[in-house]
């Protein structure tokens, strides 16, 4: 068997055998999705981390909050409600114009929260008609909801399904919570593999380009990927992801402390080679967090943390005023009137002043501070396309509403001089861009 070709993504010949089921349209919208085809590099995703509950649990996972130091699905730095995924969209689909496609993994499961995915999805939808959507799940509820995902447009849809023998499942799965009652065992894994299997079949019925995730177990799961593969193939799905366990003890799964190892290359490479004699293969997927931003080939990084290798661009905020010098960073945010915007260089590795941004004040004085929160929003959303905001103090609220919308407030270097501050910024935005390069060329 040739390994290239069946451990291919939707190109070249295996883009032949699948094009043929797929109207034009359907292909364009396969094509402008990075998860779906690997040619789809260009194109950025966002996830909107809202949905923190699960119905299930796993072996391999660990949902961790508040967290902006580990890259792995299931892992976020914030949560956000239906508003706020709106407000971060908008800020940034500012600066990253290429993006593409909007979807909910996490993180804990899309349809565990069905109230705050749909109140998501329509918000976004509503907003920009033409973002592709598309949400992850473990398929528990998933034959509940698909006249809703139709109904919403959500596009794509992707299914972990990890095997389809009890047997197996219940050494993956030590408990599935359906209809109120918390199921263990075999009678659990039963249970969520017939629910699966009937949401992607009634998914794919329906419409919905529907990828397959799998995660590879060695000693568990490893020796029955294809069966896997042939099973979810009869049923409709179109691409198979197959990822290796992350199981550093770290992370803090079961799996990791109980010492299951994951999957070495090879491993890893034979599981694709026997999935790809039934069906198309992706084989770039970044195992993403429930907050990533940015192209796959940017790595996946996290909405709100320093790790900005995923945008194009990078650009930094100073507070100023009009009868300020601009050479120090010296003005407390609710005093400021206007606003220099630098865009980093990488290739020169600095900062270059691109324009200076008049705007109101968002408080003229501790017994003055203006109480109406839409002008204050104005203010906001006049730095909302930047990434870092440099002042000398700043306030909790207007902290947490920067956060919000996808601006880092930076107060570090009070007092210190602009000239500094880019430097020091540029040096630490080079270090993550090289660390972003080692990690692609290693990978």
């Known amino acids: 068997m040739d390994t290239k070709k069946s451990t291919s993504a939707i190109e070249g010949e295996d883009a032949a055998k699948v094009s043929h089921f797929f109207r034009k349209e359907v292909q364009e919208k396969i094509a402008q999705h990075p998860c779906y085809s690997k040619n789809a590099?260009?194109?950025?995703r966002m996830h909107l981390p809202v949905a923190p509950a699960c119905n299930i649990q796993c072996n391999y996972c660990n949902r961790k909050y508040d967290?902006?130091?580990?890259?792995?699905?299931?892992?976020?730095s914030n949560l956000v409600d239906p508003n706020g995924a709106l407000k971060h969209f908008r800020a940034v689909k500012k600066r990253v114009p290429n993006l593409s496609v909007v979807g909910i993994a996490g993180p804990g499961d899309a349809l565990a929260n069905p109230k705050a995915t749909f109140a998501s999805l329509k918000l976004i939808k509503a907003e920009d008609p033409e973002a592709q959507l598309c949400i992850s799940t473990n398929g528990l509820a998933l034959v509940d909801y698909i006249d809703e995902l139709v109904e919403v447009g959500v596009n794509h849809l992707t299914i972990t399904i990890n095997c389809i023998d009890p047997e197996i499942g219940a050494k993956i799965?030590?408990?599935?919570?359906?209809?109120?009652?918390?199921?263990?065992?075999?009678e659990a894994a039963e249970t969520l593999i017939s629910r699966q299997l009937d949401g992607l079949a009634a998914a794919s019925e329906a419409g919905l380009l529907v990828k397959v995730n799998t995660v590879l177990i060695p000693g568990v799961n490893d020796h029955h990927i294809e069966t896997v593969s042939e099973a979810v193939n009869r049923r409709g799905a179109m691409l198979h992801n197959i990822?290796?366990?992350i199981s550093?003890?770290?992370?803090?799964?079961?799996?990791?402390?109980?010492?299951?190892?994951?999957?070495?290359?090879?491993?890893?490479n034979t599981a694709r080679v026997q999935s790809g004699s039934n069906m198309a293969q992706m084989t770039h997927c970044q195992q993403c967090r429930a907050d990533a931003v940015g192209t796959l080939d940017g790595g996946c990084s996290s909405s709100?943390?320093?790790?900005?290798?995923?945008?194009?661009?990078y650009k930094v905020a100073v507070a100023n005023t009009a009868d300020s010098g601009l050479d120090l960073i010296q003005t407390h945010f609710g005093h400021a009137d206007q606003f220099s915007i630098y865009h980093y260089s990488a290739e020169d590795n600095t900062f270059i002043h691109k324009e200076t941004r008049v705007a109101s004040k968002y408080c003229s004085g501790s017994s003055e501070c203006i109480d109406d929160e839409e002008f204050k929003q104005l203010l906001i959303d006049s730095v909302a396309d930047c990434d870092e905001l440099l002042c000398s103090r700043m306030g909790i609220s207007p902290w947490r509403k920067l956060e919000k919308a996808g601006v880092t407030p930076n107060v570090d270097f009070a007092f210190q001089t602009v000239e500094h501050a880019l430097n020091e910024i540029a040096n630490r935005r080079q270090a993550i861009l090289a660390t972003a390069k080692a990690h692609k060329e290693t990978a």
Request: proline fraction near 6%; charged fraction near 25%.
């Open 67 to 76: 967290c902006s130091n580990e890259s792995r699905p299931g892992v976020v």
């Open 304 to 313: 709100t943390s320093d790790s900005d290798s995923c945008d194009a661009t």
């Open 41 to 44: 590099h260009k194109y950025a």
């Open 243 to 245: 990822m290796p366990l």
């Open 173 to 186: 799965y030590p408990w599935v919570f359906f209809n109120n009652k918390r199921l263990r065992g075999i």
């Open 248 to 268: 550093e003890a770290e992370h803090g799964t079961y799996f990791g402390l109980t010492g299951q190892r994951g999957p070495t290359d090879e491993e890893l």
